[in-house]
T-cell receptor, first 112, second 119 residues
Framework: DTAVSQTPKYLVTQMGNDKSIKCEQN?????MYWYKQDSKKFLKIMFS???????INETVPNRFSPKSPDKAHLNLHINSLELGDSAVYFC???????????FGPGTRLLVL | AQTVTQSQPEMSVQEAETVTLSCTYD???????LFWYKQPPSRQMILVIR??????QNATENRFSVNFQKAAKSFSLKISDSQLGDAAMYFC????????????????FGKGTKLSVKP
């Protein structure tokens, strides 16, 4: 029944590893987002994506890449993880013409 | 560029009392949306209330209401009859109009206000 789900909820890994976070929404929305919440609780957009266009926040390192196998999924791949990547990552979705974004539960990533 | 400012890092309120959280924003657009999200310790982002800029009437959702001052670019949240469950981080957010600067309507957040509720 969960509208926007993320897996895993927690991810602990070593520097230099490559990891993925999955996001799925069952709301039929056409636009999905990834946000990063840092240690000071500040939330910032990383990517927004619909089935036609990917918009990347220019401050996001190219080690981060979103991949959308279909309309209901937007996964986040991170290569060569760094200590500064430790954060909570939120997926969200919205339908065109509607104003509210629905957030997933977040994935807490800890890079050691 | 649009910015959202929450000038109160922390606030405290007595149970059953009323508290107001401040938010100001900067934009050159005339049509946009503003939101308040609540983030309890569970980390889940929960929509509290939203306001459409072209509507002059302040939005209300049960105990939550906003004071939207478009000219002053101010969007404060009032919580009435505060309850222990209201304790959380509260984020004010501005929604870019789709197509503005290539935006797909992503949210720009303030830095949040941590609200404590005292029994």
């Amino acid at each position: 029944d969960t509208a926007v789900s993320q897996t895993p909820k927690y991810l602990v890994t070593q520097m230099g590893n490559d990891k993925s976070i999955k996001c799925e929404q069952n709301l039929g929305h056409d636009t999905m987002y990834w946000y990063k919440q840092d240690s000071k609780k500040f939330l910032k957009i990383m990517f927004s994506y619909n089935n036609k266009e990917l918009i990347i926040n220019e401050t996001v390192p190219n080690r981060f890449s979103p991949k959308s196998p279909d309309k209901a999924h937007l996964n986040l791949h991170i290569n060569s993880l760094e200590l500064g990547d430790s954060a909570v990552y939120f997926c969200a979705s919205r339908n065109r013409g509607q104003e509210t974004q629905y957030f997933g539960p977040g994935t807490r990533l800890l890079v050691l | 560029a649009q910015t959202v400012t929450q000038s109160q890092p922390e606030m405290s309120v007595q149970e059953a009392e009323t508290v107001t959280l401040s938010c100001t924003y900067d934009t050159s657009e005339s049509d946009y949306y503003l939101f308040w999200y609540k983030q309890p310790p569970s980390r889940q982002m929960i929509l509290v209330i939203r306001q459409e800029a072209y509507k002059q009437q302040n939005a209300t959702e049960n105990r939550f209401s906003v004071n939207f001052q478009k000219a002053a670019k101010s969007f404060s949240l009032k919580i009435s009859d505060s309850q222990l469950g209201d304790a959380a981080m509260y984020f004010c957010a501005y929604r870019c109009p789709p197509g503005y600067g290539g935006s797909q309507g992503n949210l720009i957040f303030g830095k949040g206000t941590k609200l404590s509720v005292k029994p």
